[in-house]
């Protein structure tokens, strides 16, 4: 999946990610930057993602504008 960062706290590592498929906000998980190469995220930037089974944005790693496309309404 691919979306957007809506908001990210460094300290307490909450954050959200709009999807780009259908616009929905989705939280991150407490361990979805574990294994990968960011350490912070910032507002606006692009990412690619997986769901874990409560629903929760994991396993980020960097989004290409490139492979990003506006979503068909």
Do not use: C, W
Not at 21 to 39: K, M, Q
Not at 63 to 70: L, Y
């Amino acid at each position: 999946m691919q979306g957007v960062i809506k908001s990210y706290d460094p300290v307490s590592h909450d954050g959200v990610i709009i999807n780009e498929a259908d616009l929905a906000d989705v939280d991150l998980a407490e361990n979805a930057l574990e294994g990968s190469i960011l350490r912070l995220l910032r507002q606006g930037q692009r990412v690619q993602f997986d769901l874990d089974p409560q629903g929760l944005a994991t396993n980020l790693r960097l989004g290409s504008e490139v492979d990003m496309s506006t979503p068909e309404t």
